[in-house]
């Protein structure tokens, strides 16, 4: 078989699967936003991790820009399910809350992508992010997920009152990500290795232990 029937064999291989051609062309160009940011990102290079061409890759997502905008969609697609997965309103309000913030916790321990993917997009003032019609739907069930249990937490007496869902969640994904996008440095500045096994255990607790601290005290008294 000569080159060219070769290369046309090889592409029908792959158009037989497009499903599994998608998600490698998708996993593809988020390892080169990844690395390369969204300036430096290549298309040409996109293609070759994928094992594909630029064509099939314009067929199955679209440009660059469609390509970067899929990736950001993807990446809070996957956040959402697993906190979806949790079932937060089955358990009692102390355990959803323990559980929320330990997921997020590990979530970006088993990403560290996804903290790259992040810094990105902040760094374009979420420019591509806030075309993405998904996005403010996706949002949604968690903040109503965490308003359900602060209610049911209120209600038993376990938490403090007036607590905002959307500022709580703010502070769950902070307390995880400052030290998965900063351990490195922090490691080097006090001379303390936070990124070891241990290190990133103690975190972990001390993560959970901040939010729950915080969600079992009472308000303070308004000046």
Not at 141 to 158: H, K, S, T
Request: some cysteine.
């Amino acid at each position: 078989m000569d080159q060219k029937n070769a290369a046309n064999a090889s592409g029908k291989a792959r158009t037989r699967d497009p499903e599994r051609t998608e998600r490698n062309i998708l996993i593809a160009a988020r390892e080169e936003f990844v690395e390369y940011g969204y300036q430096g990102a290549r298309i040409d290079r996109i293609a070759e991790r994928a094992g594909s061409n630029k064509r099939m890759l314009y067929h199955y997502v679209g440009n660059k820009d469609a390509l970067y905008a899929r990736v950001l969609l993807e990446a809070y697609k996957d956040i959402r399910k697993g906190e979806r997965q949790l079932h937060l309103g089955r358990l009692q309000p102390r355990d959803a809350m323990e559980r929320l913030v330990g997921f997020t916790f590990d979530h970006f321990q088993a990403n560290p992508w996804f903290i790259r993917l992040l810094s990105t997009e902040n760094m374009l003032r979420a420019r591509y992010l806030a075309e993405v019609p998904e996005i403010k739907d996706l949002h949604s069930p968690i903040i109503m997920q965490i308003r359900e249990v602060l209610e049911a937490g209120e209600a038993a007496g376990d938490f403090r009152t007036g607590v905002d869902p959307l500022q709580l969640y703010i502070t769950i994904a902070g307390v995880s990500y400052f030290y998965f996008s900063n351990m490195y440095t922090l490691s080097v500045a006090f001379n303390d290795d936070i990124k070891s096994e241990q290190g990133r255990a103690d975190r972990r607790a001390h993560a959970i232990d901040v939010v729950m601290s915080f969600l079992c005290s009472k308000p303070l008294a308004s000046k």
